[in-house]
Structure formats: C-alpha cells, structure tokens
C-alpha cells in the first residue's frame, strides 16, 4: 500500500512537471523591424556629412520628433501600409520653417524571427521620393540600400 501511494505521487508529480514549460522571453538583442537610416550630406560636397541645425519631422496626423543638431536619423516605417510620409522642417533662425515633404515606397515581408518574438517586418524595393515645392531646403535624395532588414548600414542619403 505504501508503494502504491509512493508510485501515484511520483506519477502525480511527474505528470505535473511534464506540463510545465519554459518561459518564452524575446532576446533583447534579436532582430527586430528596423527603422529607416538616413544621414544628411553637403550638396556641395557630397562625401561630406553636414548636420542639420533644429531639424523637425512630422508624420502627418501623428507624432513629432525633434533633433537639434543631427547628421544622422533613424525613423520608423509603417509595417501595415506601403506607404510612409514625412514632413522635413528646417527651422532656421527666422521665424518662417522651411517644410519639404518627403514619400516611401516600399513592399513589406513578414520574417519569423521566434516563438517568443514572433514575426518582424522587413522592408523591400525603397524608394524615396522628395515633393517639389519652390522653396526647398532638401536638395536630393538618393537610395543607398533598397532592401531594409537592419539599421546597421545607411538606407538613405539626403543632401541639403
């Protein structure tokens, strides 16, 4: 009898920690839906990094981001459309700023990346393209790397 009751609670136990799994935790470090990389050059000298003083960027109808001085940017893409736009504010020192609108084109891809993580978007076939206006502080874009998968390399260069 005694073993009887030894054998139900070993299998009650085992049972129990059989059903158990373990914790599905996304790595810090796992690849994630990368943001678009731009950095701004001279137009005079296109090798040339030139940051860009009091830069603000707006996506219509949503958020605002502002960088005092900045060469370099990353900025996200919408992972539901194939379209994304930004406004460029150059707020220079008069008090009228200078807007250029810019659009992304792209295609999107869905990577499984793991259980815990789950999928991440992965942009393919970028194009930018910079809206004419008469008074434009951007002077030229120009794609560097049309398939993003990682901020590890420069997507796209404006030159100002």
Same mark, same amino acid.
């Given at each position: 009898m005694k073993a009887f009751k030894y054998l139900c609670f070993s299998i009650i136990t085992l049972l129990l920690f059989s059903a158990c799994e373990r914790d599905d935790i996304c790595p810090e470090d796992s690849p994630k839906t990368p943001r678009l990389v731009i950095q701004f050059f001279d137009v005079s000298n296109p090798e040339i990094l030139k940051n860009v003083p009091k830069l603000k960027?707006?996506? *219509?109808?949503?958020?605002?981001? %502002?960088? %005092?001085?900045?060469?370099?940017?990353? #900025? *996200? #893409?919408?992972?539901?459309?194939?379209?994304?736009?930004? %406004?460029?504010?150059?707020?220079? #020192?008069?008090?009228? *700023?200078?807007? %250029?609108? #810019?659009?992304?084109?792209?295609? !999107?891809?869905?990577?499984?990346?793991? !259980?815990?993580?789950?999928? !991440?978007?992965?942009? =393919?076939?970028?194009?930018?393209?910079?809206?004419?206006?008469?008074?434009?502080?951007?002077?030229?874009? =120009?794609?560097e790397e049309s398939n993003i998968n990682n901020e590890n390399e420069t997507h796209l260069n404006i030159y100002h």
């Open positions: 960027i707006v996506a *219509p109808g949503n958020d605002t981001l %502002d960088f %005092d001085t900045t060469s370099e940017i990353k #900025l *996200p #893409l919408k992972t539901s459309e194939n379209i994304t736009e930004y %406004d460029f504010i150059q707020k220079s #020192l008069s008090n009228s *700023p200078n807007v %250029d609108r #810019l659009i992304f084109d792209y295609a !999107r891809t869905n990577e499984f990346v793991s !259980r815990a993580c789950g999928f !991440r978007v992965v942009y =393919l076939d970028f194009q930018g393209t910079l809206v004419n206006d008469s008074n434009e502080w951007i002077k030229g874009v =120009l794609v």
